[in-house]
């Protein structure tokens, strides 16, 4: 089973930004379409970037041009720069696979703030 640890999450002001990463257990990591989603209060989850095992990124039309995806699949890891932070940003954001179903479990995700 893949486990999943999101970080670098936190606090910022608009306008700010942050590095998150996600470590994934399991030499699997490399032959997936990985992804970051996000959740915020009392909405659904949704897809924010994905990156192919090859390093081609796709973004979510609120993030792009804001947020970089990328992968280290000799380290198991992905990252999501984010710049120009709104408070809209403001959600717990997940990796995982980047697909519509048959997820790995969920990790405890890392929580990003936006705020004055």
């Known amino acids: 089973q893949v486990q999943l640890v999101e970080s670098g999450g936190g606090l910022v002001q608009p306008g700010g930004s942050l590095r998150l990463s996600c470590v994934a257990s399991?030499?699997?990591?490399?032959?997936?379409?990985m992804a970051w989603y996000r959740q915020a209060p009392g909405k659904q989850r949704e897809l924010v970037a994905a990156?192919?095992?090859?390093?081609?990124?796709y973004y979510d039309a609120s993030v792009r041009g804001r947020f970089y995806i990328s992968r280290d699949n000799a380290k198991n890891t992905m990252y999501l720069r984010m710049n120009s932070l709104k408070p809209e940003d403001t959600a717990v954001y997940y990796c995982?696979?980047?697909?519509?179903?048959?997820?790995?479990?969920w990790g405890q995700g890392t929580r990003v703030t936006v705020s004055p």
């Open positions: 995982n696979k980047g697909t519509t179903s048959g997820w790995w479990d």
């Open positions: 990156v192919t095992k090859t390093g081609e990124p």
């Open positions: 399991g030499s699997i990591f490399s032959i997936n379409t």
